[in-house]
């Protein structure tokens, strides 16, 4: 069967019909993961305490501080740096998150998506029954998190809306979907369609070419590159090592696959280079979700970058120890997309040992900040989760994990990206107000 992330939510429900606020849709998580019957009960006395309906408190700025803070006396740990009076009072909550905001304010989404094209998905026309899957689990999370139709609501306009209008994001690194063999001979999302998201927002926005798949031909693959570089100026590259040709993947340190690939990206000055690494979902096989084939494409393309999206979880160690035992390593990076959306509310144990281990082992300056959004809706319940998590005591102690000072959370969220993508001046020139986004 699929992967369905809502596996791990099973009680989750939607608290109205109407659109959903980032604050819904965060403690709607926290109240449909495992922990949620314990959880409930407090947001009921904090809804009481700040003279609210449960509904409504359930889409304040405090009904998630109560959630957050429910799972501190739950658990007995401080996973959330998240007072009393954030949880009860809505003003108090307000004040607060704009006081976080301005220590970590530039914030770079290395990982969002849309999922939609002009000929749209139709099953037996254009789109194959494990293409489907894809689709339908992607149609799935956008409507549990609040876009009423699904993936028809991933266009370009509401990548805008939800992401650089409707979030604290500054800068949203656009990621393409391939396996053309699921979609009528054609990119999932084909290159010129994506490129749309680049010509609307050209100064708030990174586009990431995808779709490579060497097992369709080194020749093309190449030529493909060649022709995103010239014609579509990509940023970098996010690809997948699992495809859907009939040999269902392949490795970045094959050296007739991949290699002539890393080649060219050297001469057409192509530097980052991303993986979908972690995850084994839909239709694809999870050997290849693992990062081991990192180890030795970093050594031999010392001066390219690569990037496990997704941080490799579950198999997050696996990309650690690459780092951890070979500590001179400098051209290898995670990326939180999922990941942490999907630990943070109901595993936050597991999402504790993810980040430290990331940090303790790749280092502050290799952890990077990403969201899968649109797939997850708007992302600032995210960005507030985030800026409230924290690595608890006995965890920083046992494991030696960094903890997440502010400091880290700002690398974290957008002065790594900055370095690595070269938006070192927009990281400075952190503007008073993020500039909005022209309606359409
Ligand atoms: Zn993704």
């Given at each position: 069967?699929?992967?369905?992330?809502?596996?791990?939510?099973?009680?989750?429900?939607?608290?109205?019909?109407?659109?959903?606020?980032?604050?819904?849709?965060?403690?709607?998580?926290?109240?449909?993961?495992?922990?949620?019957?314990?959880?409930?009960?407090?947001?009921?006395?904090?809804?009481?305490?700040?003279?609210?309906?449960?509904?409504?408190?359930?889409?304040?700025?405090?009904?998630?501080?109560?959630?957050?803070?429910?799972?501190?006396?739950?658990?007995?740990?401080?996973?959330?740096?998240?007072?009393?009076?954030?949880?009860?009072?809505?003003?108090?909550?307000?004040?607060?998150?704009?006081?976080?905001?301005?220590?970590?304010?530039?914030?770079?989404?290395?990982?969002?998506?849309?999922?939609?094209?002009?000929?749209?998905?139709?099953?037996?026309?254009?789109?194959?029954?494990?293409?489907?899957?894809?689709?339908?689990?992607?149609?799935?999370?956008?409507?549990?998190?609040?876009?009423?139709?699904?993936?028809?609501?991933?266009?370009?306009?509401?990548?805008?809306?939800?992401?650089?209008?409707?979030?604290?994001?500054?800068?949203?690194?656009?990621?393409?979907?391939?396996?053309?063999?699921?979609?009528?001979?054609?990119?999932?999302?084909?290159?010129?369609e994506q490129a749309e998201v680049k010509q609307r927002w050209p100064d708030r926005t990174?586009?990431?070419?995808?779709?490579?798949?060497?097992?369709?031909?080194?020749?093309?693959?190449?030529d493909r590159l060649q022709m995103f570089v010239e014609d579509y100026k990509i940023s970098?590259?996010?690809?997948?090592?699992?495809?859907?040709?009939?040999?269902?993947?392949?490795?970045?340190?094959?050296?007739?696959?991949?290699?002539?690939?890393?080649?060219?990206?050297?001469?057409?000055?192509?530097?980052?280079?991303?993986?979908?690494?972690?995850?084994?979902?839909?239709?694809?096989?999870?050997?290849?979700?693992?990062?081991?084939?990192?180890?030795?494409?970093?050594?031999?393309?010392?001066?390219?970058?690569?990037?496990?999206?997704?941080?490799?979880?579950?198999?997050?160690?696996?990309?650690?120890?690459?780092?951890?035992?070979?500590?001179?390593?400098?051209?290898?990076?995670?990326?939180?997309?999922?990941?942490?959306?999907?630990?943070?509310?109901?595993?936050?144990?597991?999402?504790?040992?993810?980040?430290?281990?990331?940090?303790?082992?790749?280092?502050?300056?290799?952890?990077?900040?990403?969201?899968?959004?649109?797939?997850?809706?708007?992302?600032?319940?995210?960005?507030?989760?985030?800026?409230?998590?924290?690595?608890?005591?006995?965890?920083?102690?046992?494991?030696?994990?960094?903890?997440?000072?502010?400091?880290?959370?700002?690398?974290?969220?957008?002065?790594?990206?900055?370095?690595?993508?070269?938006?070192?001046?927009?990281?400075?020139?952190?503007?008073?107000?993020?500039?909005?986004?022209?309606?359409?």
């Amino acid at each position: 069967m699929e992967f369905n992330v809502f596996e791990y939510f099973k009680d989750y429900k939607r608290g109205t019909s109407g659109p959903m606020t980032p604050q819904e849709q965060g403690t709607a998580l926290f109240l449909g993961g495992h922990l949620g019957e314990r959880i409930s009960p407090h947001i009921d006395a904090c809804a009481a305490k700040a003279g609210m309906s449960r509904r409504g408190f359930i889409g304040s700025a405090s009904g998630f501080a109560a959630a957050m803070l429910a799972v501190n006396k739950v658990t007995g740990m401080k996973f959330f740096d998240v007072s009393e009076a954030e949880a009860v009072e809505p003003a108090a909550a307000k004040e607060i998150n704009s006081v976080r905001k301005t220590a970590t304010d530039f914030i770079v989404d290395q990982h969002t998506h849309i999922c939609i094209r002009k000929d749209g998905y139709i099953p037996g026309v254009n789109t194959t029954e494990k293409g489907m899957w894809f689709v339908n689990l992607l149609d799935d999370l956008g409507k549990a998190m609040g876009l009423e139709n699904g993936t028809k609501d991933m266009t370009v306009e509401n990548f805008g809306k939800l992401i650089l209008d409707g979030s604290d994001t500054r800068v949203a690194i656009f990621n393409p979907f391939g396996f053309r063999e699921d979609y009528g001979g054609k990119d999932m999302v084909p290159i010129e369609e994506q490129a749309e998201v680049k010509q609307r927002w050209p100064d708030r926005t990174l586009m990431l070419g995808g779709g490579l798949t060497p097992n369709q031909g080194v020749g093309v693959t190449l030529d493909r590159l060649q022709m995103f570089v010239e014609d579509y100026k990509i940023s970098g590259l996010k690809l997948y090592t699992f495809d859907s040709t009939p040999a269902r993947g392949w490795w970045f340190d094959d050296q007739k696959l991949a290699y002539p690939i890393w080649e060219k990206c050297r001469k057409l000055g192509i530097k980052n280079i991303g993986c979908h690494k972690g995850i084994p979902f839909g239709q694809f096989m999870a050997r290849y979700a693992h990062a081991e084939d990192f180890d030795a494409v970093c050594d031999d393309f010392l001066d390219l970058n690569f990037i496990a999206f997704h941080s490799g979880w579950p198999y997050q160690s696996e990309l650690a120890a690459m780092k951890g035992f070979k500590p001179q390593r400098k051209n290898m990076y995670s990326e939180l997309g999922s990941t942490f959306a999907a630990t943070v509310t109901n595993r936050p144990l597991e999402c504790a040992h993810i980040l430290g281990t990331l940090l303790r082992d790749l280092g502050t300056d290799y952890v990077m900040w990403g969201t899968d959004s649109a797939l997850w809706g708007n992302p600032q319940w995210q960005i507030d989760a985030f800026r409230k998590f924290r690595i608890p005591d006995q965890l920083v102690e046992g494991h030696g994990y960094p903890q997440l000072t502010d400091e880290v959370k700002a690398k974290v969220f957008g002065l790594n990206a900055a370095r690595l993508w070269n938006l070192k001046s927009m990281a400075e020139a952190v503007p008073e107000e993020k500039p909005r986004i022209v309606a359409v």
